[in-house]
């Protein structure tokens, strides 16, 4: 399939940059079983630390520096990512280390994600997260990464240190349009945390086409990704995607005259009963891909509990 971030490759600009995309949103009503699974944190959340036994035997979980690609918007890469965390978080407390996570999130959202790390995680802990700007982006342009999933995973991450693991989130996204390309910032950005905790193994959630290993994309051929850039420290990386399923992010809208993005949920693929969960290794781009039977949508984190998807 053809990734979110691909399709809106051309336009060459950050989506959070664009102002000229307009939201999509599905007409049909949430699925029962969509709508119980949005639901805000709890203050106290569960934790699977058992990662599925492909990926726990394939060492990658052993590497310093991890980084996972998703497709934004959706509720299972968070998901496996606050699984992982926890899964490190354990072996690294028999190990004396530590577990660095780092999210596609602007680095100036930092001071309110470290208030609600040290908070008891109420419901008035998450509105004081949810006050910053990256959080109150306008509809048309909320493009999957400040999504209920990803509340609910900085949920997760603080209960775990609230329990005891030595975990440290850092937001890496740059804030500015500068002379560095986003990548090169995000990429220094990393840098810094792990040279601040040089016993930390990090793991870290971006978008799949920052985490790639080769140089170059399909609208750029000089194009310089995270993971590229980050090869010398170990960087390994993982895309996560689906045989079908919705997504929440932004698209290409090519009945334009002008090229725009439009952001919401959408479809992809063909439904599937027979597909299971496989770790494959035939993308030269990362180091593995996991292939999920289906991905399922989660919309954003402002107001995205009544929000509608496609069926």
Not at 25 to 31: F, I, Q, R
Not at 204 to 220: C, E, I, M, Y
Not at 224 to 252: H, P
Request: aromatic letters at 4%; charged letters at 20%; one cysteine or more.
């Amino acid at each position: 399939m053809v990734n979110s971030e691909e399709r809106a490759g051309t336009v060459k600009a950050r989506v959070s940059d664009l102002l000229c995309g307009r939201c999509v949103l599905a007409a049909c009503l949430a699925a029962s079983a969509f709508a119980t699974s949005v639901v805000a944190a709890e203050t106290t959340a569960p934790q699977d630390c058992e990662l599925p036994t492909p990926i726990q035997v394939s060492g990658l979980p052993k590497q310093r520096l991890v980084l996972i690609g998703e497709i934004h918007g959706t509720q299972e890469t968070p998901a496996l990512l606050a699984t992982w965390a926890c899964h490190l978080s354990r072996l690294s407390g028999e190990k004396g280390a530590g577990v660095l996570v780092a999210l596609e999130i602007p680095v100036d959202e930092q001071e309110r994600l470290d208030a609600f790390m040290r908070s008891p995680g109420a419901a008035g802990d998450r509105a004081d997260l949810l006050q910053g700007r990256f959080w109150q982006r306008p509809a048309r342009m909320q493009d999957g990464r400040s999504s209920l999933a990803q509340l609910q995973l900085i949920e997760r991450l603080r209960a775990l240190r609230a329990g005891g693991a030595d975990l440290v989130l850092r937001a890496i996204d740059v804030t500015e349009v500068t002379s560095m390309p986003r990548d090169a910032g995000m990429a220094a950005n990393l840098r810094r945390a792990m040279a601040a905790h040089p016993t930390h193994q990090a793991l870290g959630l971006f978008g799949n086409v920052h985490v790639a290993l080769q140089r170059g994309s399909s609208w750029d051929a000089e194009y310089e990704s995270l993971g590229y850039l980050l090869q010398a420290e170990g960087a390994r990386a993982v895309f996560v995607t689906g045989e079908w399923g919705t997504t929440w992010n932004c698209r290409r809208d090519n009945r334009a005259a002008e090229p725009v993005l439009v952001c919401g949920s959408s479809r992809f693929g063909r439904s599937n009963d027979t597909a299971v969960a496989q770790l494959q290794t035939g993308d030269p781009r990362y180091s593995a891909t996991w292939m999920l039977p289906r991905l399922t949508a989660s919309p954003p984190a402002r107001g995205g509990e009544t929000a509608a998807q496609p069926d």
